[in-house]
């Protein structure tokens, strides 16, 4: 893997979202370039290059800028962790993406989350969320109820008017592994089936084989923005790292292309998580 890092390109996915959210939000507001200008003494040129995506900018800067156009609270906290992640290197501790991605799955038309060993975190329920924090990923007790909230807020994007295609590709061991017990498990499967019916979400589930394939090297999600290209994201258990070298983002591509060819269909793939749950029969 080849991460191409934030310093080696004038624009990345992320800084151009950021500056569509900025552009969007002064225009709503009502404000020219000029107007804006004038009450923050940010320079329109400056104002431009911050609306089309263009490093460097500061974080100041971009909080000024949310304040003056009237963002609320909830958005406005999330734009500035983007802000933030964006003139950073790629990689980040893992306390802080939930409200980065909160904004690029917002703007994302496809999202594609191979998960080798968990079920998808769009897809979880609260116990079974907060069992894999405490179970897996070892969280601090303090930290569990509220990195739960922040996942399931998460998922309110796949219930907006139009959510973006969901494509969620899961192992069979990922169905068998009781995390939070049998109740939750089976609560789990049970709200994994209801999912698959909505019409903009499709599980896939990778049955044991019996040979390898390119899913064993670990799970990503790869996410794809309208008139843009796409990037990847890996996760571990204390940082976070995004891939948005092209050529990089085309690997993975040529995952996904493999881990549907050897994963069950639609229906195969429901019926395998009913006959793991004990609803069929």
Do not use: C
Request: aromatic fraction near 4%.
């Amino acid at each position: 893997m080849r991460p191409v890092t934030l310093h080696a390109a004038e624009t990345t996915v992320r800084l151009e979202l950021l500056g569509e959210e900025l552009r969007r939000h002064r225009e709503t507001a009502g404000m020219s370039l000029a107007e804006v200008t004038a009450k923050t003494g940010i320079s329109t040129s400056k104002l431009s290059r911050l609306e089309n995506g263009r490093r460097p900018h500061k974080l100041d800067d971009v909080e000024a800028l949310l304040a003056i156009y009237g963002v609320g609270e909830s958005r406005r906290d999330d734009l500035v962790a983007l802000a933030r992640d964006a003139t950073e290197p790629t990689a980040w501790p893992e306390q802080r993406p939930s409200a980065t991605l909160r904004v690029l799955e917002s703007k994302a038309d496809m999202l594609v989350d191979y998960q080798a060993t968990l079920v998808p975190a769009l897809l979880q329920t609260v116990p079974y969320a907060q069992a894999v924090l405490r179970e897996v990923d070892m969280a601090e007790e303090p930290s569990v109820e509220d990195r739960t909230a922040d996942r399931i807020r998460r998922q309110a994007v796949l219930r907006r008017p139009r959510p973006p295609r969901y494509y969620a590709i899961l192992t069979e061991a990922a169905l068998r592994t009781p995390v939070g017990g049998h109740d939750v498990m089976r609560g789990q499967l049970r709200y994994l089936m209801e999912a698959g019916e909505k019409p903009d979400v499709t599980i896939r589930v990778v049955p044991r084989l019996g040979h390898g394939h390119p899913g064993l090297r670990g799970s990503f999600r790869r996410m794809q923005f309208p008139n843009r290209g796409a990037l990847v994201l890996l996760e571990n258990r204390t940082s976070s790292l995004f891939v948005e070298d092209s050529v990089e983002v085309k690997r993975y591509d040529q995952v996904v292309v493999e881990l549907l060819s050897v994963a069950l269909d639609e229906a195969a793939s429901a019926r395998l998580i009913a006959e793991v749950g004990g609803f069929s029969g």
